[in-house]
């Protein structure tokens, strides 16, 4: 029972590089979303889809792309890199939730570290 | 904006101790609740949440009080145990958003002999 799965786990940058940050889930979830982590910072929602074929921007999207061709997959791709990019990065996924009140539990995949020298 | 605030940074509690994390939120529209727990290298896990029609939910040594007159809710550990420490993360979110989670700073706990 794999889960969220990212890949890769760490990767180091170059300032303008450009790179993919792979996520897939094995559950089945309409949801999935990506976000940042940053010291003191909590995290904070780039960008999160509700079902393939849409995606929609969160709370800090610029630099970053996604799309979602299939349930499984969400990947995000950084366009050119920025040292202010530097962060851990989750992929989450879940049920849709259903009525006022209820959500659903959000599963968080293990990271990605980038660091963009 | 910060749209979920979370109190205290960093927290030091002894074994058996209560330890207690507080949030407080902005916005109205807000109708899920729950905290989160990350271990060192891990994303982070649900613990437990509430729903604004609760005042507190139990959960083994976990209870969540939600105060919804005051914007605010706290986590509290019972019988706190050093494998309790972690990072916990507060969030909100409104229902049927696409895990749209509002994330609190996080407190970092440590549960020392």
Redesign the interface.
């Given at each position: 029972n794999a889960g969220?799965t990212q890949t890769p786990k760490f990767q180091v940058l170059k300032t303008g590089q450009s790179m993919t940050l792979q996520c897939a889930q094995d559950m089945n979830h309409e949801?999935?979303?990506w976000?940042r982590q940053d010291p003191?910072?909590?995290?904070?929602?780039i960008h999160?889809?509700?079902g393939a074929g849409i995606t929609?921007q969160?709370?800090v999207p610029n630099g970053y792309n996604v799309s979602r061709s299939t349930t499984e997959d969400f990947p995000l791709r950084l366009l050119s890199a920025a040292p202010s990019q530097t962060s851990v990065y989750?992929c989450?996924?879940?049920y849709?939730?259903?009525?006022?009140?209820?959500?659903?539990?959000?599963y968080?995949?293990?990271?990605s570290w980038l660091t963009v020298v | 904006q910060q749209q979920?605030k979370?109190s205290p940074?960093s927290l030091i509690v002894q074994k058996g101790g209560i330890s207690i994390i507080n949030c407080a939120y902005e916005n109205t529209a807000f109708?899920?609740f729950?905290w989160?727990q990350q271990f060192p290298?891990?994303?982070?896990?649900?613990l437990i949440?509430i729903?604004?029609?609760v005042s507190e939910k139990k959960e083994g040594r976990f209870t969540i009080s939600f105060n919804k007159s005051a914007k605010q809710f706290s986590l509290h550990i019972m019988d706190s145990q050093p494998g309790d420490s972690a990072t916990y993360?507060c969030a909100a979110?409104i229902?049927?958003?696409?895990?749209?989670?509002?994330?609190?700073?996080?407190t970092r706990l440590q549960v020392t002999l």
């Open positions: 969220v949801y999935m979303s976000y003191g910072m909590g995290l904070r929602l999160y889809s509700v929609d969160g709370e989750f989450a996924s879940s849709h939730s259903m009525g006022s009140g209820t959500g659903n539990t959000i968080f995949g293990e990271g | 979920v979370q940074q109708d899920y729950p989160y290298g891990k994303g982070p896990a649900l949440a729903r604004p029609d993360f979110s229902s049927g958003t696409a895990s749209k989670l509002t994330f609190g700073t996080g």
